[in-house]
Nanobody, 122 residues
Framework: QLQLVESGGGLVQPGGSLRLSCAASGLSLDYYAIGWFRQAPGKEREAVSCINFRYPATTNTDSVKGRFTMSRDTAKNTVYLQINSLQPEDTAVYHC???????????????WGQGTQDTVSS
């Protein structure tokens, strides 16, 4: 079974950057797609970025293209989400999730982390 733990959230001023981590254990990421979702207060969970290690491909939601970048440290079995030019509307709890392929639907992911809070405010 794949376990995922996020970290790296915090309070950031508008225009700043964060790097969120998603540390995986239990299984290798080679066989999964890892997606990042975010959920703002009162809103539904939204897909923002995904990388598929089994069939290499990366996707990003239009609203974050050019600002969000995913990467991987194979030795640490960890995936990162670099977020630049942060805006107040990026404030949310960010979750990583593992599944067989990239999808905007939360139902397609089998494994979830607990989330990390990202707050953008001056």
């Amino acid at each position: 079974q794949l376990q995922l733990v996020e970290s790296g959230g915090g309070l950031v001023q508008p225009g700043g950057s964060l790097r969120l981590s998603c540390a995986a254990s239990g299984l290798s990421l080679d066989y999964y797609a890892i997606g990042w979702f975010r959920q703002a207060p009162g809103k539904e969970r939204e897909a923002v970025s995904c990388i598929n290690f089994r069939y290499p491909a990366t996707t990003n939601t239009d609203s974050v293209k050019g600002r969000f970048t995913m990467s991987r440290d194979t030795a640490k079995n960890t995936v990162y989400l670099q977020i630049n030019s942060l805006q107040p509307e990026d404030t949310a709890v960010y979750h990583c999730a593992g599944g067989p392929y990239c999808s905007d639907s939360t139902a397609e992911y089998d494994y979830w982390g607990q989330g990390t809070q990202d707050t953008v405010s001056s």
